[in-house]
């Protein structure tokens, strides 16, 4: 019945953990779920207010101009100048789009053709491998080990596959190993795009969650950036608006042309209410961000400190709300999890064959909830 590209989707392993999680609950468990990418926080009340006051305003109620209204990439631009000091061309260099997973999902179809090759981090977010599977390119898996900071190894990437390849997806801080990028790094990348003619897409989703005065930087600071890639940002994680679905992507002004020709095609665009509130987020106060990280990192450190006095090796995270956990055997270990201890965690191996051997926590869970949890771990390990 189904297209036969429907049979390269990897098995989703998200639903099964549904499944069994289901289950525990139908038995009367109180499950703990550390799976979801999620914020538990609501969207920021001034937020809210300017959707339901532009939701009222009867110009807001036709179709929306495809590339995002100029109120908004002008407010997108203001605030990428004043966050990361780069300057974007609101016209040409900005485009709306329904979240980040939108430009991810799609930008393959502008740029690969048949058998060209996508360079995407294993573990990574997994519409990297799908996008391109849509657009019948091939993925290459770039492994992010930990003796290498869990950045990818650019120089051992086979040269037929580099010849080959017309993409690279990178995403700082990262989801789900949460590491950060390093000082050089991104210049390297750069420069390997340069050399070997390749568009970068850089998924900078986390740049706002961050802890202990990280800052993370935008892809688009970097020298030469701005002639080989895109960033896809979004407002999902920052202003906890994952249900809002907006975001935008911001770079190079021929490879977004690319990207909204093919969404012109696809969607018809972001409901013009949406936008006001998300210009209202990107150019009002900011303190409810940093309060959202104060909150996120007391629950970091309650559950690193928690995993560790259980004997876990496990690092505290500079950015993003996961922490990525070596473990033996990470279906084993998140299926007993589940079923003995009522507690949802993400094997490493949904994210690629690069996460087996960890499982991941997010941090989208009260401060009493980690407590409880690790109180069933300590009461499981006796
Ligand atoms: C959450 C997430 C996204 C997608 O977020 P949107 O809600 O579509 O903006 C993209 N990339 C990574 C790595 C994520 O974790």
Same mark, same amino acid.
């Given at each position: 019945?189904?297209?036969?590209?429907?049979?390269?989707?990897?098995?989703?392993?998200?639903?099964?953990?549904?499944?069994?999680?289901?289950?525990?609950?139908?038995?009367?468990?109180?499950?703990?779920?550390?799976?979801?990418?999620?914020?538990?926080?609501?969207?920021?009340?001034?937020?809210?207010?300017?959707?339901?006051?532009?939701? !009222?305003?009867?110009?807001?109620?036709?179709?929306? #101009?495809?590339?995002?209204?100029?109120?908004? $990439?002008?407010?997108?631009?203001?605030?990428? =100048?004043?966050?990361?000091?780069? !300057?974007?061309?609101?016209?040409?260099?900005?485009?709306?789009?329904?979240? #980040?997973?939108?430009?991810?999902?799609?930008?393959?179809?502008?740029?690969?053709?048949?058998?060209?090759?996508?360079?995407?981090?294993?573990?990574?977010?997994?519409?990297?491998?799908?996008?391109?599977? %849509?657009?019948?390119?091939?993925?290459?898996?770039?492994?992010? &080990?930990?003796?290498?900071?869990?950045?990818?190894?650019?120089?051992?990437?086979?040269?037929?596959?580099?010849?080959?390849?017309?993409?690279?997806?990178?995403?700082?801080?990262?989801?789900?190993?949460?590491?950060?990028?390093?000082?050089?790094?991104?210049?390297?990348?750069?420069?390997?795009?340069?050399?070997?003619? &390749?568009?970068?897409?850089?998924? *900078?989703?986390?740049?706002?969650?961050?802890?202990?005065?990280?800052?993370?930087?935008?892809?688009?600071?970097?020298?030469?950036?701005?002639?080989?890639?895109?960033?896809?940002? =979004?407002?999902?994680?920052?202003?906890?608006?994952?249900?809002?679905?907006?975001?935008?992507?911001?770079?190079?002004?021929?490879?977004?042309?690319?990207?909204?020709?093919?969404?012109? *095609?696809?969607?018809?665009?972001?409901?013009?209410?949406?936008?006001?509130?998300?210009?209202?987020?990107? #150019?009002?106060?900011?303190?409810?961000?940093?309060?959202?990280? $104060?909150?996120?990192?007391?629950?970091?450190?309650?559950?690193?400190?928690?995993?560790? =006095?259980?004997?876990?090796?496990?690092?505290?995270?500079?950015?993003?709300?996961?922490?990525?956990?070596?473990?033996?055997?990470?279906?084993?270990?998140?299926?007993?999890?589940? *079923?003995?201890?009522?507690?949802?965690?993400?094997?490493?191996?949904?994210?690629?064959?690069?996460?087996?051997?960890?499982?991941? %926590?997010?941090?989208?869970?009260?401060?009493?909830?980690? $407590?409880?949890?690790?109180?069933?771990? $300590?009461?499981?390990?006796?």
């Amino acid at each position: 019945m189904y297209a036969e590209r429907m049979g390269d989707l990897p098995p989703y392993l998200f639903a099964r953990i549904e499944e069994l999680k289901a289950a525990q609950i139908a038995r009367g468990v109180d499950v703990i779920d550390f799976g979801v990418g999620d914020p538990d926080l609501p969207t920021p009340p001034h937020i809210v207010d300017a959707l339901c006051r532009a939701a !009222k305003d009867p110009r807001n109620h036709h179709y929306p #101009s495809y590339a995002g209204m100029e109120q908004y $990439r002008a407010a997108v631009s203001r605030w990428y =100048s004043a966050r990361f000091g780069v !300057k974007l061309d609101p016209k040409k260099e900005v485009l709306a789009l329904m979240g #980040s997973k939108d430009g991810i999902a799609h930008i393959p179809e502008a740029f690969i053709n048949r058998g060209d090759y996508v360079l995407a981090p294993s573990p990574g977010y997994p519409v990297y491998r799908t996008s391109t599977l %849509f657009a019948e390119g091939s993925v290459h898996e770039m492994p992010l &080990l930990p003796e290498r900071d869990f950045l990818p190894d650019l120089a051992a990437i086979p040269g037929d596959i580099v010849r080959k390849a017309r993409l690279m997806f990178l995403n700082y801080p990262n989801n789900p190993t949460s590491a950060i990028t390093l000082p050089g790094f991104f210049e390297e990348a750069v420069d390997f795009a340069t050399d070997n003619d &390749l568009i970068i897409v850089h998924d *900078n989703a986390y740049s706002e969650i961050a802890y202990d005065g990280y800052q993370a930087p935008s892809f688009l600071s970097t020298r030469g950036a701005m002639e080989v890639s895109v960033e896809m940002h =979004s407002l999902s994680k920052t202003y906890n608006m994952t249900g809002w679905r907006i975001g935008m992507a911001c770079g190079n002004a021929g490879i977004i042309a690319g990207l909204s020709r093919v969404k012109a *095609n696809v969607d018809s665009g972001v409901f013009d209410a949406i936008q006001h509130a998300a210009i209202a987020a990107l #150019s009002g106060p900011q303190d409810c961000v940093r309060e959202a990280c $104060r909150i996120y990192e007391e629950r970091r450190d309650t559950l690193v400190s928690g995993l560790r =006095s259980l004997g876990y090796t496990v690092n505290p995270p500079k950015a993003t709300f996961y922490v990525w956990m070596p473990v033996e055997d990470c279906m084993e270990f998140a299926t007993r999890l589940l *079923n003995e201890a009522g507690i949802v965690v993400t094997p490493g191996i949904g994210f690629g064959n690069g996460g087996d051997g960890y499982v991941r %926590f997010a941090l989208t869970r009260s401060t009493e909830r980690i $407590r409880e949890a690790i109180e069933r771990l $300590r009461r499981l390990s006796q």
